[in-house]
């Protein structure tokens, strides 16, 4: 009855590797989910790749990836996920429906001359893709996955994942508007944890001292303790956190998100979180 949630990438836009970010991480997008027998990871940023050197230690892989968009730091880490290039692996890559190209299509772009040397059609593991709207409901193995939809550029979509009694949201790329989402609030009622897009402050969203950021599909720390306080979750985490902001910025952000909202945490690399055992530990 393991559910265990694991965060492997938790940069948004653009990786930025470097000593300033070593502490919250540099990788973009990439948590891990295993439930019981069933994994299940949450989009392909650059976390994926040491993601993917974990999963060959531990033997033949068999997992359903979730994408909730195709932009490039959410797919960018999928071509050097190394289980891709066994023939052992299965792989079932779950995505939104897109306005011009199929999921699949879009993972094919991406493996293409001249931006990659080897084609998604060379790949000798078993790829299979699917296409979800918001609304939809299915199951991976035991654990059941509800879809939302988010307000983001090209469209998003937002997971909820239940198993043995306990839950996550995974809610990112999403922008509020000025009100809290009621679609995302239901999908995150009584969560025990909800990952929220959190890049900007108040300020850097309304655009003092550089750009507004209305209309560029994120939201902020206030909104996500808003949501959190909302919905009744157990536990909220700051999530794609700029790539602009270092270590002591993010820092600075979780301590003004635990203001609003107590459970609040800023999401680091090699953060593991056991629901099993109701426990939280680094």
């Known amino acids: 009855m393991t559910f265990t949630i694991r965060f492997w990438g938790v940069r ?22 295993v439930c019981g027998a069933s994994r299940i990871l949450l ?8 993601l993917g050197e974990s999963l060959l230690r531990q033997g033949p892989v068999q997992a359903t990836l979730l994408l909730s968009h195709h932009h490039w730091d959410h797919i960018q880490g999928l071509p050097f996920f190394a289980p891709l290039y066994l023939p052992t692996t299965e792989l079932l890559v779950v995505g939104p429906h897109g306005d011009r190209l199929h999921n699949r299509e879009v993972l094919a772009s991406q493996m293409s001359a001249p931006g990659f040397p080897v084609r998604l059609a060379e790949l000798p593991c078993r790829l299979d893709t699917r296409e979800v709207r918001a609304g939809e409901r299915f199951a991976i193995g035991g654990a059941r996955v509800t879809v939302a939809r988010g307000h983001h550029p090209g469209g998003s979509l937002a ?3 239940d198993y043995a009694g306990r839950s996550l949201v995974y809610a990112t790329d999403t922008e509020p508007y000025g009100c809290i989402d009621p679609a995302l609030a239901a999908l995150a009622a009584d969560a025990d944890v909800l990952v929220y897009d959190s890049q900007y402050t108040p300020a850097e969203y309304r655009g003092e001292g550089g750009p507004a950021k209305v209309g560029w599909g994120h ?7 808003r949501l959190a306080r909302a919905a009744r979750v157990g536990e909220y985490f700051l999530y794609h956190h700029d790539p602009s902001r270092d270590d ?6 979780e301590r003004r998100a635990q203001a609003l909202c107590p459970s609040a945490r800023a999401a680091r690399e090699g953060l593991v979180i056991e629901l099993g055992a109701g426990a939280v530990a680094a």
């Open 219 to 225: 939201s902020t720390y206030e909104e996500g303790a």
């Open 159 to 161: 997971y909820r994942i």
């Open 248 to 253: 002591a910025a993010v820092a600075e952000l």
């Open 12 to 33: 948004g836009s653009i990786a930025t590797p470097g000593p300033a970010t070593a502490g919250v991480g540099g990788n973009t997008s990439s948590v891990e989910v």
């Open 43 to 50: 989009d392909a940023g650059t976390g994926i790749r040491a």
